[in-house]
T-cell receptor, first 113, second 112 residues
Framework: GAGVSQSPRYKVAKRGQDVALRCDPI?????LFWYQQALGQGPEFLTY????????KSGLPSDRFFAERPEGSVSTLKIQRTQQEDSAVYLC???????????FGPGTRLTVL | GESVGLHLPTLSVQEGDNSIINCAYS??????FIWYKQESGKGPQFIID?????DKRQGQRVTVLLNKTVKHLSLQIAATQPGDSAVYFC???????????FGTGTRLKVLA
């Protein structure tokens, strides 16, 4: 069956541009996570959704970062006015239930010039 | 492919030997721990997990050991194979929270 997919796989943005990163979780998965992974580091938690409810957004680095999952399936991570320090791989993961095994997508590599 | 980590601690082992990867976790309130494997250009892949009411759990060729006294977690891989070459991360989560905290990772290189 299909796993978690993310698009685009690669995104190059000029500093100051807005970007939108998409995550398609495994069908039926209740939980959805976004992580930011800098080169040479482990993933850092950004935010968590249970269905359409965003239950934890404590990891979002600034108010330039916004995530949504309006229908409880597809999720979008939006970054406004991108900065060079936003360059990283953005990973999405989903799990069937809260606390269940997370399945990760391949990530979107964002490069801000 | 892309490198998931250029300056990570590296463990080099001979094919067929056993590997032990260590992790020190930070939060004494964490009660759930997971090991992930990440290959270049891919997202992390679940290997094995353990809850704080256990100190050892075994899977296929892998064993996780948990020492809550010193907040230490280890992953043992038996008969290491070339396909085991990757970066390995531990992650922790505290009860009642949704946030998973990942460690910095260890690169495992399997020498033929």
């Amino acid at each position: 069956g299909a796993g978690v997919s993310q698009s685009p796989r690669y995104k190059v943005a000029k500093r100051g541009q807005d970007v939108a990163l998409r995550c398609d979780p495994i069908s039926g998965h209740v939980s959805l996570f976004w992580y930011q992974q800098a080169l040479g580091q482990g993933p850092e938690f950004l935010t968590y959704f249970q269905n359409e409810a965003q239950l934890d957004k404590s990891g979002l680095p600034s108010d330039r970062f916004f995530a949504e999952r309006p229908e409880g399936s597809v999720s979008t991570l939006k970054i406004q006015r991108t900065q060079q320090e936003d360059s990283a791989v953005y990973l999405c993961a989903s799990s069937l239930m809260t606390g269940g095994e997370q399945f990760f997508g391949p990530g979107t590599r964002l490069t801000v010039l | 492919g892309e490198s998931v980590g250029l300056h990570l601690p590296t463990l080099s082992v001979q094919e067929g030997d056993n590997s032990i990867i260590n992790c020190a976790y930070s939060n004494s309130a964490s009660d759930y721990f997971i090991w992930y494997k990440q290959e270049s250009g891919k997202g992390p892949q679940f290997i094995i997990d353990i809850r704080s009411n256990m100190d050892k759990r075994q899977g296929q060729r892998v064993t996780v050991l948990l020492n809550k006294t010193v907040k230490h977690l280890s992953l043992q891989i038996a008969a290491t194979q070339p396909g085991d070459s990757a970066v390995y991360f531990c992650a922790e989560k505290a009860s009642g929270t949704y946030k998973y905290i990942f460690g910095t990772g260890t690169r495992l290189k399997v020498l033929a």
